[in-house]
């Protein structure tokens, strides 16, 4: 059985940083493409970051130089360190797991950020 766990969220000041964590179980970690998802009340879920299984990132534009996505086989896990947080940033934040055909999400962690 697969399972993407999330843990990291939370409420946070603007300009505040927040680590978000994903560990995986039920697939061989290491070959996957994993990403960070989000989706704001009200807006369709967008992509934040991904990162492949030769550690190559991709970024939406909104969070470049903010935001750095990472991951350690060894523990199974995936990160997302953000930092000068907005309030923009508020939203559900998802795990994903992919590897054509196969793709799977976590439940999600909610970060919000406002003073």
């Known amino acids: 059985q697969v399972q993407l766990v999330e843990s990291g969220g939370g409420l946070v000041q603007p300009g505040g940083s927040l680590r978000l964590s994903c560990a995986a179980s039920?697939?061989?970690?290491?070959?996957?493409?994993m990403g960070w998802y989000r989706q704001a009340p009200g807006k369709q879920r967008e992509l934040v970051a991904t990162?492949?299984?030769?550690?190559?990132?991709n970024y939406v534009d909104s969070v470049k130089g903010r935001f750095t996505i990472s991951r350690d086989n060894g523990k199974k896990t995936l990160y997302l360190q953000m930092n000068s947080l907005k309030p923009e940033d508020t939203a559900v934040y998802y795990c994903?797991?992919?590897?054509?055909?196969?793709?799977?999400w976590g439940q999600g962690t909610q970060v919000t950020v406002s003073s």
């Open positions: 994903n797991a992919e590897l054509t055909p196969r793709r799977y």
């Open positions: 990162i492949t299984s030769r550690g190559r990132t």
């Open positions: 039920g697939i061989t970690f290491s070959i996957y493409q």
